[in-house]
């Protein structure tokens, strides 16, 4: 199995003690830290951050603690970094990348995400990458037009059921079809009623008369992201990297 003999052994002496429950994951914390930060500090240092907005090397010789600590606790508490908080207000800002919790809608179908990845091909044979750079050593060679793939994808924020496909251009009618074929597919796995559509500001989405169409044939409301925020419709890019970075 391409283990030790000892992780053999522990993982069946679990199974034997506590059957299938003794198989998940454990947390790798000691049972007891004497030298941890006591609670009341901790809570010193929380209260200090909420009143005077200041990081570590601030926070750190005004309590007599060294920075390193502060920051520890700072982070074992989840308290947001200084740059994500109105400098004002304290209060984390909403279009910040970073927030607290991560959403998720209540029920499949609720809002799915739909974006596409546009990636250059790949000549027959490999590129210059796999045969060297005399691959594009003529002015034939160099000037040659591979072309790009478009991957689309849809994914399902509350269940992350994602479907994707490798279509020829990013056009109004080619993007239209696509959402109702994947709706089709969702329809397969149960999720027959699709309530919003979230996509970008890309001309095709927003302009075209056959992307307005299939919004009505599903009964979706289509939602676009806030120009210059990418990270809003994140799920789907998130997936997108993984497809096209993982293995064929």
Known sequence: MGISRQCAHRWIARFDAEGEAGLGDRSSRPHSSPRRTPAAVEAAVIAARHEH???QDWLGPELGMPARTVSRVLRRHHTPYLRTLDPLTGEVI???KTTAVRYERDRPGELVH???KKIGRIPDGGGWKAH???MGSTSAK???RIGYDYVHSMVDDHSRLAYSE???????ATCAAFIL???EHFAGHGITTIERVITDNHFSYRHSTDVKNAMTALGATHKFIKPHCPWQ???VCEHQERRCTGPV
Request: a positive charge; proline letters at 4%.
């Open 53 to 55: 907005r200041r990081g």
């Open 94 to 96: 909403r279009s910040s």
């Open 114 to 116: 739909v974006d596409v």
């Open 132 to 134: 060297g750079r005399s």
């Open 142 to 144: 160099k000037k040659a």
């Open 166 to 172: 490798i279509l020829p251009d990013e056009k109004g």
């Open 181 to 183: 074929r994947a709706a």
């Open 233 to 235: 419709n994140g799920k």
